[in-house]
């Protein structure tokens, strides 16, 4: 409980990333085998945003402990259009060497032959 979730009111800037499944249509290309496509892209934009932010020595934070009917009645987004991301900008003081969580003895990092397999799964070995 000690731990700080969220920055909403001191950061600089709160974006909230929506992903709009109607838009360009009933059928678009990527989208058509795997509907899920459409929120990984937003996803993708949202790191790419991160990874910009950073360059640039600006902090970002997302904040997932917020219900997602209550960002769409304040921010007035109509039903249809999904919030993905709330996200916090702004210039912090440090950027510290290992994430908070890993930090508090939450849950530690898990190695690479932890999540990466080869040619088949469990397969921790390369050929
Ligand atoms: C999907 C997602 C949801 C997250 N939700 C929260 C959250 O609710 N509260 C929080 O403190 N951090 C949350 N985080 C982690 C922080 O956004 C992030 O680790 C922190 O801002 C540090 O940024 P850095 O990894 O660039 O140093 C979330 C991260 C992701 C990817």
């Known amino acids: 409980m000690s ?27 990527g989208r058509t085998s795997i509907p899920e496509t459409g929120v990984y892209s937003v996803c993708c934009a949202i790191q790419n945003l991160w990874l910009a932010a950073r360059a640039e020595g600006i902090g ?11 960002l769409q009645r304040i921010l007035l987004i109509p039903e249809h259009i999904r919030p993905i991301a709330y996200l916090c900008l702004g210039y912090v003081y440090e950027f510290a ?13 898990l190695g690479l032959d932890k999540v990466v397999y080869y040619e088949r799964w469990n397969d921790n070995k390369p050929a």
Not at 60 to 70: K, M
Not at 97 to 109: H, I, N
């Open 3 to 29: 731990l700080k979730l969220e920055g909403i009111m001191e950061s600089a800037l709160n974006i909230c990333v929506t992903y709009d499944h109607t838009r360009f249509g009933p059928f678009v290309l």
């Open 60 to 70: 970002v934070g997302w904040v997932s402990i917020l219900s997602n009917q209550d």
């Open 97 to 109: 060497d290992k994430p908070d969580l890993e930090q508090a003895g939450w849950l530690p990092r």
